[in-house]
């Protein structure tokens, strides 16, 4: 571990003190200094009882963010991950003392100031991770505390890696050397390797198809000289490590899960899509209307489209977006095919497609046509979190490894969308589609749904 590391890890918890503090008496001074001409004040808190109870309340949520994780000793994480855990931690604390207040009413009665102090915790907190990532990255981006990474392998994989983290220095990864042929994977070149860079930090093993007896002799060199062993799995080697366990007649039989989805997962994520479709429609029902009109004056046709898609299970649906091209467009694109852009696999993408309206590449660009998809959410056909939905003549062309990808639901946002949208491979866009489907978590789906609102804006292509 590096000790710049350690440095940081252990600069977040006083730093966290101090934010949590700030956000009790920033709170403090909106209810009894700022807002006080809009709502009187008909109770006094003393200060000096307010600030010894937000000390304690501060020294409680170290305590909860400590199990949430947000003092894991790790190379400088997304800002996404880190806004979701300290969002979960915040949360927590307050509900813990939202039901203390419940039971023990005497004991504080500012509404305002419990909600005021769970929102500028959060973001009080967050600037304060922020300010020290900021400086952390700096320091990487000099070369210092970074992460010396030796990449085995050669293939396209390696190379989106290897590219990925050279573009993003702020990581804390150094790549000091590429092992390109698998005959170099041999002790002695290895410890030759360690002499020459004078120190290895990490062997990320990035090809796919280097044989059990090097993989063995790479994890041994990492375990006897202490370096960390990582590696990249490829689709077909993607398994799902969910296992359950049962005996039938005294023999253990094994049950590997598709998905974590499967059981509670399941209804944990369907409840979630079902409040934040209505959420969502009720909010953004003026928006439908103002769209619909701009997309009837732009051009003729209906303002929404059903697609035919195919969903999980192999179900199809009607897919609804706004129309964004026109009127028969459907039936053009068989004499368009010979411009598809994407010879990697079964999907069709045209950059100036000639069937898209004008107000269609804007609500394209901006991804406003899915909005609609809203209703297959609350219909049950999608879920907010889940692999793109595909047309029916792209699933037909599917290889048997690539139908994992209709276990689950498909969804408005995903992993595979936030993490390049259409500038993604079709393989390299179901390999984080089925590591999505087997590594699912409640987290996992809002630190997506976290990310997807910075891509939209990102204007990157269109999904």
């Known amino acids: 571990m590096k000790k710049s590391e350690l440095m940081f890890s252990a600069l977040l918890v006083p730093i966290d003190f101090l934010m949590l503090i700030a956000a009790g008496l920033a709170a403090y001074f909106l209810r009894f200094q700022a807002l006080v001409d809009l709502r009187p004040v008909i109770f006094e808190i003393p200060f000096k009882w307010y600030l010894d109870i937000t000390l304690a309340i501060a020294f409680f949520y170290l305590i909860i963010f400590a199990f949430a994780g947000l003092y894991i000793i790790a190379p400088a994480r997304k800002l996404s991950h880190e806004f979701a855990?300290?969002?979960?931690?915040?949360?927590?604390?307050?509900?813990?003392?939202?039901?203390?207040?419940?039971?023990?009413?005497?004991?504080?009665?500012?509404?305002?100031?419990?909600?005021?102090?769970?929102?500028?915790?959060?973001?009080?907190?967050?600037?304060?991770?922020?300010?020290?990532?900021?400086?952390?990255?700096?320091?990487?981006?000099?070369?210092?505390?970074?992460?010396?990474?030796?990449?085995?392998?050669?293939?396209?994989?390696?190379?989106?890696?290897?590219?990925?983290?050279?573009?993003?220095?702020?990581w804390g990864y150094k790549i000091v050397h590429t092992i390109k042929n698998s005959f170099e994977v041999?002790?002695?070149?290895?410890?030759?390797?360690?002499?020459?860079?004078f120190k290895i930090d990490e062997i990320i093993q990035t090809d796919p198809n280097l044989s059990k007896e090097k993989i063995l002799e790479?994890?041994?060199?990492?375990?006897?000289?202490?370096?960390?062993?990582?590696?990249?799995?490829?689709?077909?080697?993607?398994?799902?490590?969910?296992?359950?366990?049962?005996?039938?007649?005294?023999?253990p039989i094994v049950e590997i899960k598709k998905?974590?989805?499967?059981?509670?997962?399941?209804?944990?994520?369907?409840?979630?899509?079902?409040?934040?479709?209505v959420s969502g429609l009720i909010v953004l029902s003026p928006f439908f209307v103002i769209m619909g009109l701009i997309i009837k004056m732009d051009s003729r046709g209906s303002v929404f489209v059903g697609l035919e898609r195919v969903g999980g299970k192999g179900k199809k649906f009607k897919l609804y977006k706004f129309r964004s091209m026109i009127e028969g467009a459907d039936k053009l694109k068989k004499d368009l095919l010979k411009y598809n852009e994407r010879e990697d696999g079964p999907l069709f993408k045209m950059v100036d497609d000639?069937?898209?309206?004008?107000?269609?590449?804007?609500?394209r660009q901006w991804s406003i046509d899915e909005f609609p998809q809203l209703f297959n959410i609350l219909?049950?056909?999608?879920?907010?979190?889940?692999?793109?939905?595909?047309?029916?003549?792209?699933?037909?062309?599917?290889e048997k490894h690539h139908k994992k990808l209709l276990n689950i639901k498909p969804g408005l946002t995903g992993l595979a969308q936030i993490s390049g949208r259409n500038d993604l491979k079709f393989e390299e866009e179901a390999r984080l589609d089925v590591y999505y489907i087997e590594n699912w978590s409640f987290k996992?789906?809002?630190?997506?749904?976290?990310r997807t609102p910075i891509i939209v804006l990102s204007r990157k292509a269109a999904c």
């Not at 370096?227 to 490590?241: E, M, N, P, R, V």
């Not at 989805?261 to 369907?270: H, N, Q, S």
């Not at 219909?379 to 599917?398: A, D, F, T």
């Open 85 to 170: 855990k300290i969002f979960f931690a915040c949360s927590a604390g307050i509900m813990i003392i939202i039901i203390f207040i419940f039971f023990k009413r005497e004991f504080f009665s500012s509404r305002f100031i419990v909600l005021a102090a769970w929102l500028l915790s959060i973001i009080f907190v967050y600037l304060g991770r922020l300010i020290i990532r900021g400086i952390q990255k700096m320091l990487y981006k000099s070369g210092i505390g970074t992460h010396r990474v030796v990449i085995v392998g050669e293939d396209e994989i390696s190379k989106n890696i290897i590219n990925e983290l050279n573009r993003n220095t702020g």
């Open 186 to 197: 041999n002790s002695d070149y290895l410890i030759k390797l360690k002499e020459e860079y």
């Open 218 to 251: 790479l994890l041994n060199f990492c375990s006897e000289h202490h370096i960390i062993f990582k590696y990249a799995a490829d689709l077909l080697g993607a398994q799902s490590s969910r296992i359950e366990i049962n005996t039938i007649a005294g023999i």
């Open 259 to 277: 998905s974590p989805l499967d059981g509670w997962g399941r209804i944990i994520k369907r409840i979630f899509d079902i409040v934040l479709a």
């Open 354 to 363: 000639p069937r898209v309206t004008k107000v269609g590449k804007f609500i």
């Open 379 to 398: 219909k049950g056909e999608m879920s907010l979190v889940g692999p793109r939905p595909h047309e029916l003549n792209e699933v037909i062309h599917y």
């Open 444 to 450: 996992l789906d809002l630190q997506i749904l976290f």
